[in-house]
Every structure is written in C-alpha cells, then in structure tokens.
C-alpha cells in the first residue's frame, strides 16, 4: 500500500515567489512577530501605598473564597513553586508552568504593580536564589 507522503506529486515545488514579494510574513506570522525585538518590560518602579496592597490582597482573596466555595477544602495543600513548601491549595494560581500560593501570589502581583518583576519565573526565581525578601510586603 503506498501512503500518502510517498505519493508521486502530492507537495508542489517549492516556489521562490514568496520570498520575493515579502508575503512570507503572511505564510508564517510568528517569524515577523519574531523579527521584533523581544520587549521585557521594566515599568518605572514604584513604591505602594498601604490602600493599594490592600486592594491587591482582597482581590487575591476572592480566589481563596472563589476556590472554597468551588469545594476546594481548606485543609488541601498543593506545592507552591515559589515558596516550595505545601500551602493550602485554595487561592493558588497558576501563572504559566508556575504554580504560586495565595500568599506568593500577593507578592508577585504586588511586585508587578510595583514594577519589579513582570514575569512569574523571575519571581520564582528570585525566591528559590534568596531575593525573596525584594517582594517582602509590610503585614
Ligand atoms: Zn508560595
């Protein structure tokens, strides 16, 4: 039996004509978005007020109670990324390949509005190589 792939003339040649007109941009949109440097923004840091980290750990906390209410129960732990240590799996979120605890999470959001950090493997690796105490915020 003869597969697809070995039949005769199934793939056009290959034509040059794409890459004259510039249309290759149009074929394949993640090489023009790769031409672009990569932009990691450092926003201007800032320091926050007590209202303000107020506000961004009852945000935080509406995903321990949002998870409550969905059955997580409290005494559930997962491995917070972050931290490494079991801590109670409602509030945790998952920011790309990492997941963060409530508590981790306070402080990476808090380090983003403050403009120190803006990716989460930098938050993680900064907590796992002892600048951890760069996202402290005051009780
Ligand atoms: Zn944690």
Redo the contacts with the bound molecule.
């Keep these: 039996m003869v597969t697809q792939e070995a039949a005769p003339g199934r793939f056009a040649p290959m034509s040059s004509a794409g890459y004259e007109t510039g249309s290759i941009s149009n074929l394949l949109p993640a090489l023009s978005a790769r031409r672009q440097p990569v932009e990691i923004s450092t926003p201007l840091e800032r320091s926050l007020t007590e209202t303000q980290i107020d506000a961004i750990r009852s945000a935080m906390k509406l995903f321990v109670e949002d998870d409550l209410a969905r059955g997580v129960t409290s005494f559930s732990r997962v491995f917070?990324d972050?931290?490494e240590?079991a801590?109670p799996a409602a509030g945790v979120i998952q920011y790309d390949r990492y997941c963060?605890?409530n508590?981790?999470a306070i402080e990476y959001e808090a380090g983003r509005a403050r403009g120190i950090v803006s990716l989460p493997g930098q938050y993680v690796r900064d907590k796992h190589f002892g600048d951890g105490d760069f996202y402290l915020l005051p009780d």
Excluded: I
Aim: proline share 0%; glycine share 0%; aromatic share 0%.
């Design positions: 917070c972050a931290c240590q801590r963060l605890c508590r981790c």
